[in-house]
């Protein structure tokens, strides 16, 4: 019977998925001469060949493939031994390692460390910002135990490492300059802001999800500025210059901004986590997943900020109400995540 080696198969796992030899051993923080290397003992154990020569580059043979394929249920069966192994702390005590992107760090992440703190003293939650990409990378390679990422940049169904957790649907407010004449209006309506100059990024989600829910509403919008931190953009709303879709999760301490609430044509976006398929029932990492859900429960009850939020009550808005005072959280910019 063939020697079936765990290292080498998630390595020859990780070049599958990073495409060459120099991306894996950066990955798996390996040399590519040690990678190359576990590959071709691995290859000697299990009797056939797994990469061949294409161009400068080498690919996986069909032979790896099949290897791969049976090795996935080995992967998802020793997540869920390593899960079962650690019930016996009965999720009370643990470390789970967070990567997230901007917005949800001040928004979800660090409210549900807070409440961890109170609820579940035992368990240690290490926070890493890290935007999806790089979130998705560290998930893979083991370095993170639970990513967020918006839901359009979240791995497929297909992908057979990870599994996906809805969290939040993030609506999304209108920022106005304080004397807009619609800061006031009964009723908004995303279709009522069609005519205006719109400010958001050149390029990335946000600009993609800004221009979606326009074009959902009808119209296409006119980009008068350009910006990729929340801070820039909202003092541009504030002067004047343009209005802008921001996300309730994303509201910046001290805006001067008219924040409202759009009607029927609200658009949102979804905000998910992802673990390792398997390890979604070891009980740190589901306490953690239940503060999280806990959070985004309350953020989507909340309204958006109302008018001089920061000089009325000093806070910066629903996502981290009672939370900034409590903990002393500093303020920072927010980039377009």
Same mark, same amino acid.
């Given at each position: ?8 198969? &998630? ?8 495409? @060459? ?10 040399? %590519?001469?040690?990678?190359? !290397? ?22 996986? @043979? ?7 394929? #049976? ?25 789970? /390692? ?6 949800? =760090? ?14 579940? %003293?035992?368990?240690?939650? &290490?926070? /890493?910002?890290?935007?999806? $990409? &790089?979130?998705? *990378? ?34 999304? *407010?209108?920022?106005?300059?304080? +004397? #807009?004449?619609?800061?006031? +209006?009964?009723?908004? /309506? ?14 990335? %989600?946000?600009? *993609? ?13 006119? !980009? $008068? #500025? ?5 801070? $820039?953009?909202?003092?541009? =709303? ?25 009607? +029927?044509?609200? %658009?949102?976006? #979804?905000?998910? $986590? ?35 939020? +920061?000089?009325? =009550? ?24």
């Amino acid at each position: 019977m063939a020697e079936w080696d765990i290292r080498k198969l &998630q390595i020859l796992r990780t070049l599958r998925e990073e495409g @060459t030899v120099t991306a894996t051993a950066a990955a798996l923080r390996m040399t %590519p001469s040690a990678v190359s !290397q576990q590959l071709t003992n691995l290859a000697r154990q299990l009797g056939v060949p797994l990469l061949e020569a294409h161009g400068r580059r080498v690919r996986l @043979t069909d032979a790896a493939r099949l290897v791969l394929r #049976h090795a996935e249920a080995v992967f998802e069966q020793l997540e869920r031994a390593e899960a079962e192994l650690a019930a016996y702390a009965d999720g009370e005590v643990g470390e789970v /390692r967070i990567g997230a992107f901007s917005t949800a =760090v001040p928004a979800l992440v660090v409210p549900a460390v807070v409440a961890l703190r109170v609820t579940h %003293p035992g368990v240690r939650v &290490q926070v /890493r910002e890290a935007e999806a $990409a &790089q979130a998705y *990378d560290l998930l893979g390679a083991g370095e993170v135990d639970l990513a967020l990422s918006l839901a359009a940049q979240a791995p497929t169904a297909r992908d057979a490492r990870f599994r996906t957790v809805a969290l939040l649907a993030d609506p999304l *407010d209108v920022a106005l300059p304080p +004397a #807009h004449p619609l800061a006031d +209006a009964e009723a908004l /309506r995303l279709a009522d802001l069609a005519a205006e100059p719109w400010i958001f990024g050149g390029s990335g %989600p946000w600009s *993609d999800i800004t221009r979606g829910a326009c074009e959902a509403a009808g119209f296409s919008p006119a !980009q $008068a #500025h350009s910006a990729a931190g929340w801070p $820039a953009i909202l003092a541009m =709303v504030e002067a004047g210059l343009g209005i802008a879709l921001v996300p309730r999760t994303a509201a910046v301490p001290g805006a001067g901004v008219v924040m409202r609430e759009l009607g +029927a044509d609200r %658009p949102v976006r #979804h905000v998910v $986590a992802a673990v390792r398929r398997g390890s979604e029932d070891a009980p740190a990492v589901r306490t953690v997943l239940t503060a999280l859900r806990g959070v985004a429960e309350e953020v989507g009850r909340l309204g958006p900020p109302v008018r001089g939020v +920061a000089e009325e =009550v000093g806070r910066s808005g629903p996502p981290v109400r009672g939370v900034a005072e409590d903990v002393g959280l500093p303020e920072r910019p927010a980039r377009n995540a």
